[in-house]
């Protein structure tokens, strides 16, 4: 699955908004990345001349050599937390005051609370 923006006539790239340090796709990683992008051009875009695949993981996907129809470049470097364990091992770990919060704006999303939409007006002052 890719989340992709329209660029141009003939352009499209992956969905990358400045809060997200990766490309907004998901895809069984014994597919290579460059036959998914293959189906995609000769596929759902229609005439599509040029897709970028923006900001991918090099630990979940292998840099595909450059050949005829497809090249890559290099961008960043991707950060990332090593953790020994389980996610949750790791969660236990966190300071108690951070797990409470990330718990008390869990529940409220659950329960779908205004509070939890706040937004900030152009003088600094919180609404709700």
Known sequence: MFLLVRTSAAGWQTFQPSQLPLGAWVADDKLPLLDLARSLVRGPLGSCLLLSVTQIDPLHAARPPDNA????????????????????EYWNQRGKNLRQNMRKQRNRLQRGSPESFASSSSRGTWRR
């Open 69 to 88: 129809d497809g090249q890559s470049s290099d961008y960043i470097r991707t950060a990332w937390t090593e953790i020994q364990g389980s996610f949750a």
